[in-house]
């Protein structure tokens, strides 16, 4: 599987997703700068995590006009399967691949903390390692990880079974105090309407590699390997 990592000013999670990437795939992602105007062919491209561009106007908002970007969008549009954590996800919302914003975290506060996850939909190329209502433990890091989308938009997403993950207890349960952040129904990743797009603000490359506090992350790695290889 050839993947590709897009890196903005600001960008400061390409090296562990690269790691984790090659950790379950035995090949290391490129890392592409985002003045660049083309990609190297690719099966899986990454918007990662970080502040790109400090974070200015809105988290993502001016990364997601990028130079890189168009091609980006371009080859997503083809099928070229993508991944946005974090300040990715934030990229990727404004580009409009995926439905809903990010807003402010509820607190008003920036965190960083572990969380209980459950998947919503393990028949994706993204999430088929899962099992069914698999909970799972990674780490959120942002201050505008809010995710909102009006009803009309709501009613789509769950009519097209675009909800990847949603924040939950250890248990499973779907809960006001398990969201860290007052996303909309506990929302914490989505995917587009054909599967091929996946935007979520927590962090799976963190619990990848042996030395992290899990491997729970690993799942959706495989997912995508044995999808793409």
């Known amino acids: 599987m050839k993947s590709a990592i897009i890196v903005f000013p600001g960008t400061n999670r390409e090296k562990d997703m690269q790691m984790a990437i090659q950790h379950v795939s035995g090949h290391a992602p490129s890392l592409v700068w985002h003045k660049d105007t083309s990609l190297p062919e690719c099966d899986l491209m990454v918007l990662p995590g970080g502040f790109s561009y400090g974070d200015y106007l809105r988290c ?4 997601a006009h990028s130079p890189i970007m168009k091609e980006v969008i371009a080859r997503a549009k083809k099928g070229v399967r993508l991944l946005a954590v974090c300040n990715g996800f934030q990229m990727l919302v404004e580009t409009g691949l995926v439905p809903g914003a990010l807003l402010h975290n509820r607190s008003l506060k920036f965190i960083c903390k572990q969380v209980h996850l459950r998947a919503e939909n393990t028949s994706t190329e993204f999430t088929k390692s899962f099992t069914p209502s698999q909970v799972f433990q990674v780490p959120v890091a942002h201050g505008e990880g809010n995710y909102f989308v009006d009803a009309d938009g709501l009613k789509a997403m769950k009519d097209h079974d675009q909800i990847a993950f949603r924040y939950c ?7 006001e105090d398990s969201n860290p952040n007052g996303s909309l129904e506990n929302i914490a990743g989505v995917f587009n309407t054909e599967k091929t797009i996946l935007g979520m603000m927590p962090h799976p490359e963190d619990s990848v590699v042996t030395h992290a506090n899990s491997k729970d992350g690993t799942p959706l790695f495989k997912s995508i390997v044995e999808a793409l290889a």
């Open 60 to 63: 993502g908002a001016m990364a």
């Open 169 to 175: 207890t250890a248990d499973g349960q779907i809960t």
